[in-house]
């Protein structure tokens, strides 16, 4: 009975306790709520600052002064040994270090003022983030994970830019969760990573990464565990071709006033990937477009030619990003000429050199038949585009009528009074059989123009739908030798000299006229505007052919000392059987190699026919190129 009483005093005891529990978490919040506060001044949202500045934006400007003038020197330094949580609180302290007192110092410890003040912030959270900041009592734990997955990882060294963007965009988004410092997290993360990729061999342009994506990237990855917008980011910012397009489009937008406040959420297409949007415009290497809200810029070589040269701002576009194994391929593209229309037809019919010359002849006979050149302009029957039997016949007929009853057209120059005519009526009635005759050439020679139009036109779209692949790795590395050992290479390389000649002739014959002037001219604006691609791969193209052009006289020359030594052969009394010498054939091409022992006939004869059997060869192969590149075309077609 006694047991089961219970003990007011003990009941009492429990209650005071939790009352006293309660009360010191209250002390302890307030206190490090006090502590936090003590970064700031009192009653301010101003953070301690050694310009002692109260007024947050004059603050925010002067911190941003003191930071780019760090960023400059700190971009001159040479790269550190190691790059860890030393360099990461190194770098905070040069940026921050005229502004604020703790600058270089993590939040995982408190820090005492000059003033006597101790701060100290355990948890942060930003209001565009639902997600708070690590707690400050895990700042030195995760700085040393840092520290070991750079150092496990070799400081990202010897990565292609692609896996070092999947390694670096895991880092930064650690280090941001983590929020090291009270302030001054994201600019010291920058040129730590810009750091770290000059480190390893790659380029981040942080520059170029608007606000409103930073917000996005960082949401994404701290509220929903996305990391593929940081990973977007970093491609962007880190491919050479991303950041040229990127660069145009804030230099656009910047001319056009707008900052990056102005716009919207901006990035730059994904390989593999497709758009569907509405067309916003184009610069020399890059277009916009807008999706639900997101500006999408591209690389306009990925757009057709057709769509390069047709696209009007406001038009709908879908446009799929071809994967990066596939944009290397292409050096021009083939583009599908639309057929002529009718009125283009028509256009192009009556502006020929030979309708123009008959419509001359016409007026001038008229002149002198009528008096007026133009008498027949409204009476000639309308030739329609294109051309039928029905409207050749009634030309015809026309023509016939003015040489049969020349006077129900209009009344012939000169008079005739009682049989005697005036000169100018005997001319007139001279000249009217070859106004007939004119009538009816000037018919037959829109009938010509058209089919001359018309077969022009089907060979224009034959070569434009040609499109010429990048040159192979072997003509890459050639050129890309110095020229006297471009030469010594061809000499020694009869298959590779064929190779060239078939790949710079596919080239001349997909380029036109004014594109062959637009090289010589070293033009790419004009060339891209032709081809319909971005100026930056039209500026390739020249490149290219300037390169293939100053290896044709190395290789006429050789061709003709093949050809030389091919006839003195076929011509020789002294007729020795041809042996195969395939594996001698790079020894006899060599200069040295022909100059040897001239004064031994027999020497001399077999340097001739190896030469020969290499001429032949060399022949041989260019046929052979010419092939399997028709019948890559045909599989690509079927």
Known sequence: MKNNQTNPSAHLTLEESQKDHQANEKEIRDRLQQASQNFFYPNSNVLKNKYRIKEAEILKEQCALDVEKAMIKLRQEPLPERFDSTYLKYLHKCLFKE???????????????????????????????????????????????????LAEKNYLKGLSREEFVEHAAGLMINL???????????????????????????????????????EFTYVAAMDNGNPEPMKHLLDDIS??????????????????????????????A?????????????????????????????????????????????????????????????LIPGEKVAPLT?????????????????????ETLCKI?????????????????????ESLSEAEKFARQVW???????????????????????????????????????????????????????????????????????????????????????????????????????????????????????????????????????????????????????LNQLYFKFRVFNEHLTSSPHHVKKENMSTEVSESLAPSAIKVNKANPVVIQEKANRVSQAFIQEKAIEQNVQQRKSQCAKVITI
């Open 99 to 149: 502004t604020f007192e703790w600058a270089g110092q993590t939040r995982e410890k408190s820090f005492k003022f000059a003033d006597g003040n101790v701060a100290f912030t355990s948890i942060i959270k930003k209001k565009e983030f639902k997600t708070p900041f690590s707690p400050s009592n895990q700042v030195e734990e995760g700085l040393r994970n840092l520290d070991q997955a």
């Open 176 to 214: 941001h969760y983590l929020h090291p410092f009270r302030e001054g997290n994201r600019r010291t993360q920058r040129i730590f990573f810009e750091k770290l990729a000059e480190g390893a061999g790659h380029k981040l342009d942080f520059s170029l990464v608007t606000k409103k994506r930073k």
């Open 239 to 268: 491919n050479p071709e991303k950041l040229l397009i990127l660069h145009e489009f804030t230099n656009s937008m910047r001319k056009l006033g707008l900052d990056e406040t102005n716009y919207r959420l901006t990035v730059v």
């Open 404 to 554: 049969e009853f020349p006077q129900s057209i209009h009344r012939l120059r000169g008079i005739n009074i009682c049989g005697l005519k005036s000169g100018a009526r005997q001319h007139a009635e001279e000249n009217i059989l070859p106004l007939s005759h004119a009538l009816v050439d000037y018919a037959h020679a829109v009938r010509l123009a058209e089919k001359d139009v018309l077969e022009s036109h089907k060979i224009e779209q034959e070569r434009c739908e040609k499109s010429i692949e990048m040159p192979s790795e072997q003509i890459k590395n050639l050129f890309s030798l110095p020229i006297e050992q471009q030469q010594d290479v061809i000499s020694r390389s009869p298959e590779l000299r064929g190779e060239i000649k078939v790949y710079m002739r596919e080239i001349n014959h997909r380029l036109s006229e004014s594109e062959h002037q637009a090289i010589k001219e070293k033009n790419p604006e004009r060339l891209a505007k032709s081809i319909g691609t971005s100026v930056n791969q039209a500026s390739e193209i020249i490149k290219i052919v300037k390169q293939g052009k100053e290896l044709e006289p190395s």
């Open 369 to 389: 038949v009528y008096g007026n050149s133009h008498i027949l302009q409204n009476k000639i029957p309308k030739i329609e585009i294109p051309v039928t039997n």
């Open 270 to 330: 994904r390989e593999g990937q497709t758009y569907h949007g509405t067309y916003r415009g184009s610069g020399e290497n890059g277009f916009m477009m807008d999706v639900n809200g997101t500006f999408i810029v591209g690389n306009k070589k990925h757009l057709t030619p057709e769509q390069v040269k047709t696209l009007k701002i406001g038009d709908p576009l879908t446009f799929t990003v071809p994967l990066i194994q596939d944009q290397q391929q292409t």
């Open 342 to 362: 009718e009125s283009e037809l028509s256009e192009r019919v009556y502006n020929s050199p030979s309708v123009q010359e008959s419509i001359k002849k016409i």
